[in-house]
């Protein structure tokens, strides 16, 4: 059956009656803000001190609108005798958002949170040149970052916390054992031997010298008296 001429006019004038009708929903921009959602992707930020230049951003990037340099420095041994060691230091950390896609793939693959997104979207530039952001101004938009949703009730800990507060609570309780082991009283000491021959000798490890024997017959010699010989012979 051929359609109806003017069919589709009448068709398109009754949908601008029906919404003539509808309270209209538009927002005042610029005067009137947005309510924009916690993980609108809206600018990049950097943490600069998160940033071991590990250069994965930069490889992964599929725009390759990421550019970075560094150098490397050399660490002076903590102890004597050890070794040095070299770490990277970052010198430029740049994203043209004039190539960017926001794909976030930079922001996955980072493996130290040194990228987050930024609800921010208000960055135009009437140079393009403008819109290659150096690691200054990517700093800046940290300040915009929004704090992360809070998990579930249900939700597992995540293990940075349950490590940190495991450390935190075998602190408290070597804390706690310091005062009471300081409060228990010193145990009595020994008291010393007495000094003579015997305890010089056993400080020494050699046998305390014998004492001599007394004889308990009456006849025997008193002291100072000399013994006499027996008769008929020399003793």
Known sequence: ????????????????????????????????QPELPPRTRGVIGLFEENCTVCMLCARECPD?????????????????????????????FAIDFALCMYCGICIEVCPFDALFWSPE????????????????????WMWTVPEPPALDPGAEEPKEIAAARKAAEKLAAARATEPAAAAEPAPASEPAPPAGPAATAQADGSAAPEAPETPDTPDAPGAGQARRPAEGGSE
């Not at 009754?14 to 509808?22: F, H, P, S, Y």
């Not at 135009?124 to 200054?136: C, G, Q, S, V, Y």
Request: glycine residues 6%; contains cysteine; aromatic residues 6%.
């Open 1 to 32: 059956m051929a359609p109806i001429p003017g069919s589709g006019l009448a068709k398109g004038l009754a949908v601008t009656l029906r919404t003539m009708t509808k309270k209209s929903h538009t927002a005042q921009y610029p005067d009137a």
């Open 64 to 92: 390759w609108c990421i550019y970075i340099d560094s150098h490397k420095e050399t660490i002076p041994a903590a102890t004597p005798g050890g070794r040095e060691r070299s770490r990277n230091v970052l010198d430029r």
């Open 121 to 140: 979207f208000e960055y135009a530039e009437t140079d393009i040149h403008e819109l290659t952001h150096e690691r200054d101004k990517l700093r800046e």
